[in-house]
Every structure is written in structure tokens, then in C-alpha cells.
């Protein structure tokens, strides 16, 4: 059996919240450690609890969910974040991603989609609904999909950088140079570092 995933559920319907729970009741490596109504209560349980999956809705009252992914990830950047909503618009697939999310699933996804999406996620993979992927791909320019951050970064790598010049210039750790790349190769689905300079070049997101 695999190893026991521990999952926060964010979400501002109670009724959802409950329909999450029973159905990751049936995933027995699933765990769920709390529950949440908006983005402000998210963040706060999520650095209490350190779930190892956020499973969290978009749009709530106050703080939406792509705020509270930010803001979570600014405090803790081991956070890891799976979208959860009904909504299916290319921009927001987008955005979730920008706000430092892992995954996007759609709320009437399979309960084994469901669960796939947790486990990946829990293990640091990018995850999309498989219901979005035409969607996602048909209109992704993939220079759109990189955060300004993941650009720069891209930049400086095709000029020869290691991660460790990266980490020095833009005053960061090379922890968080390292994810980043993760990002960019997964975006890009490029194999390597020089893979993803090539495609990046080749697409003109960077010169």
C-alpha cells in the first residue's frame, strides 16, 4: 500500500467539504488532518497542520484560493497545493499555476482521478485533470505558462549559469532555484536543463 498522504480540504461549501471527505474515506492512505471555509483559515491550518496536500477551491469569499496559494507558498515553499474546482476556464488553469500550485483537478472529477491527482501532487509532480488536458494544451503557449520568476531563471541558465550562480544572483536559495527548474522542465515537458534552454529558445520566451 503506499505511504500515508496527509490532505487539508479548502473550501467555503460545507456540502462540498463533506463530499471530499467521504470520498477520500475510501482512499485508506489518505489521511485528512483539517478542514477549512476561505483562504485566510487555509493558510493558518495548512503552517499549523503541514498537510503534505492542500486540496484547495478557487473561488471563495476574502481570500480566493490563488491568493491563498501565494500566500501559503511565501511562508512555506515545501507547500504543496492541488487546485480543486468547477471551474474549467483556460485562464485560471493558467493562474493556478502562476500562484505556485502543483495540480488542477475539476470538482466532478472520478474519485480515482481524484486520488491520482493527490498522490502526484504529494510527490512534488505536476498534475492536470485529464478532463482539461485537450483544453489546457490546445490553447497553451507555453511561454504564457512560465511565471516572470521561472523566465528569468530560464534566462540566466541559457547563459551558462549553475544553480548555485542562479541562487546568488537573484538572492535565493539554491532549494528554490532547484524547484523552479522542476517547474520549467514540467511546463515545458522538456527531459533536461539544455532541453528545456532549447524549446524555451525555440519558442522565443527567452533570447
Known amino acids: ?24 474515506s475510501r482512499a485508506p492512505h489518505i489521511r485528512i488532518v483539517g478542514e477549512a471555509a476561505d483562504g485566510a483559515a ?3 491550518l495548512a503552517l499549523r497542520r503541514r498537510p503534505d496536500v492542500v486540496v484547495m477551491d478557487v473561488r471563495m469569499p476574502g481570500v480566493d484560493g490563488l491568493e491563498a496559494t501565494r500566500k501559503l507558498l511565501e511562508q512555506d515553499p515545501a507547500a504543496k497545493v492541488l487546485i480543486f474546482t468547477a471551474y474549467s476556464e483556460r485562464s485560471l488553469l493558467t493562474r493556478g499555476f502562476e500562484s505556485g500550485a502543483k495540480g488542477y483537478i475539476l470538482k466532478e472529477a472520478p474519485h480515482g482521478t481524484l486520488v491520482r491527482a493527490i498522490e502526484k501532487v504529494a510527490e512534488g509532480e505536476a498534475y492536470v485533470d485529464p478532463a482539461l488536458m485537450p483544453d489546457f494544451l490546445a490553447g497553451r503557449d507555453q511561454g504564457e505558462m512560465l511565471t ?55 519558442e522565443a520566451i527567452i533570447d
Open 148 to 202: 516572470a520568476r521561472e523566465r528569468e531563471i530560464l534566462q540566466l541558465l541559457a547563459d551558462g549559469m549553475s544553480n548555485a550562480d542562479v541562487a546568488d544572483k537573484l538572492f535565493i536559495s539554491q532549494e528554490t532555484v532547484k524547484s523552479h527548474v522542476r517547474h520549467i522542465l514540467t511546463k515545458l515537458e522538456a527531459d533536461t536543463r539544455t532541453h528545456a534552454v532549447a524549446i524555451a529558445l525555440r
Open 1 to 24: 500500500m503506499p505511504e500515508e498522504i496527509t490532505a487539508l480540504i479548502v473550501d467555503d461549501h460545507e456540502v462540498v467539504r463533506e463530499g471530499l471527505r467521504l470520498s477520500l
Open 42 to 44: 487555509a493558510v493558518e
